[in-house]
């Protein structure tokens, strides 16, 4: 391990990299299943679309709670991929996106798909002592107390480095 090299700690790759090995195994799904061109990352979107309908790309980003602009990227990848398509919103400058009929006639596995990954994902929670969603609200909880933000910024105020 290379000392001067801080990115050799990281307390976050570890968990980045389990869900990337996961995301690999729906892929591979779809895979076996010859759907070309979905990304595991897409379907919580192309979900969302079939159940409201029709949304603009500020709407669907509101959500699933993205940014407008990974929104648009990604709504530009899916387009790409025959997955949804875009048609001038009610101002010139929005987007309305929408389903391809592709996208409509893979709804089904797509949603099965989700219910089998949370049931995996809830059997895989079972069996730990204590479980990710648990994690997830302590951390939300200390960071109500005491922001992200801030706890950087203290120790960003005491590094030499930082000045």
Avoid: C
């Avoid at 995301?23 to 299943?33: M, P, Q, S, V």
């Amino acid at each position: 391990m290379n000392q001067d090299d801080p990115t050799e700690i990281s307390h976050w790759r570890p968990l980045r990299l389990l869900q990337a090995r996961m995301d690999d195994d729906i892929a591979r799904l779809y895979a076996e299943a010859r759907i070309d061109g979905l990304k595991p990352s897409y379907v919580m979107e192309l979900i969302k679309l079939h159940v409201h309908g029709p949304m603009t790309i500020k709407e669907l980003a509101a959500a699933v709670r993205r940014s407008h602009s990974a929104l648009s990227q990604k709504v530009a990848a899916m387009r790409r991929a025959g997955l949804v398509e875009t048609v001038t919103g009610a101002d010139a400058r929005s987007k309305r996106v929408m389903l391809t009929e592709r996208a409509e006639g893979l709804i089904g596995r797509l949603t099965a798909e989700w219910r089998a990954t949370e049931a995996a994902l809830a059997e895989l929670e079972a069996e730990l002592p204590y479980p990710l969603t648990r994690v997830v609200a302590d951390l939300e909880e200390a960071l109500a107390r005491r922001s992200f933000h801030d706890r950087i910024a203290d120790r960003l105020a005491r590094d030499p480095d930082w000045r």
